[in-house]
Nanobody
């Protein structure tokens, strides 16, 4: 089992920055990829960014050039640096972890609220 604990959400003005962190504990060695999803009110949960154990990254088009995902392998921690935030980035952000083979996330964090005021 893997437990994911997120931190770093909050309220920020448009154009500002936030950094989310997610620490994985438990069977961390089984994790192949980690990522961030978000869900805004009335919308489906969507992938924001992901990173594999090898460092390959993937981003939603809406955040490319503004968000950066990174991973501290030994600490099994993933970060999401969010710059130039927009009101439409407001959502609950969820950390995720995939075992091999990758597909739908096997584990989820509890979620952290990000609110961007315009």
């Amino acid at each position: 089992q893997v437990q994911l604990v997120e931190s770093g959400g909050g309220l920020v003005q448009a154009g500002g920055s936030l950094r989310l962190s997610c620490a994985a504990s438990g069977s961390g060695s089984s994790i192949y990829a980690m990522g961030w999803y978000r869900q805004a009110p009335g919308k489906q949960r969507e992938l924001v960014a992901s990173i594999t154990r090898g460092g390959s990254t993937n981003y939603a088009d809406s955040v490319k050039g503004r968000f950066t995902i990174s991973r501290d392998g030994p600490k099994n921690t993933v970060y999401l640096q969010m710059n130039s935030l927009k009101a439409e980035d407001t959502a609950v952000y969820y950390c995720s972890a995939d075992r091999w083979p990758p597909g739908s996330p096997d584990y989820w964090g509890q979620g952290t609220q990000v609110t961007v005021s315009s």
